[in-house]
């Protein structure tokens, strides 16, 4: 229990231990609508969606902002914030049906929020690394993992738990 000391709340709610600002995120104040030139997501009332149908009808007016949203942006720029590593025999027996499940959950994620993509998928050292653009991603990948397969699941939150290591063995 000593580690957890050192943090204070700062008595905010929401601030648990000091804000932590995802620097891809706009910055305050009123956007009309912005769309992203990449992956098409509409970025309005303070949040990224897809819609086709509104994407059709405000692509080409001068009032809509063309930008790069910010899952798009931490793509380009190779920021993750969740990394699951898979380990283990089972992994080597069952690779391809296993990221194909998370292939899949990682689809149904980014359907209800665009922010959330998998950055990258390697192999290291009989290791299958991926890295996600939010902690939350890399946390429901792992989930599901383990939902389907079982094995040993462990979650390791850096400071202020805004990254997170999810490693996943059997």
Known sequence: ????????????KGKKFGK????YLPAGGRHEM???TTCKAIYQTKRWFFDDTLYQSNANLPTTNLVTCPGCQKVQDHYYEGVLTLAG???AEHREEILTRINKEA?????????DRII??????GKVVVETTSDKLAQRLGKAVYRAYKGD???RWSHLD???RVYWSR
């Open 1 to 12: 229990m000593e580690k957890y000391k050192e943090r204070k709340w700062s008595g905010e």
């Open 120 to 125: 990258d998928i390697r192999e290291e050292e």
């Open 107 to 115: 689809e149904n994620v980014s359907r209800k929020n665009p922010l």
């Open 34 to 36: 912005a769309i992203c």
């Open 162 to 164: 805004k990254f997170v």
């Open 89 to 91: 025999d089972f992994l």
């Open 153 to 155: 699941l462990d979650f």
């Open 20 to 23: 932590v600002d995802d620097p």
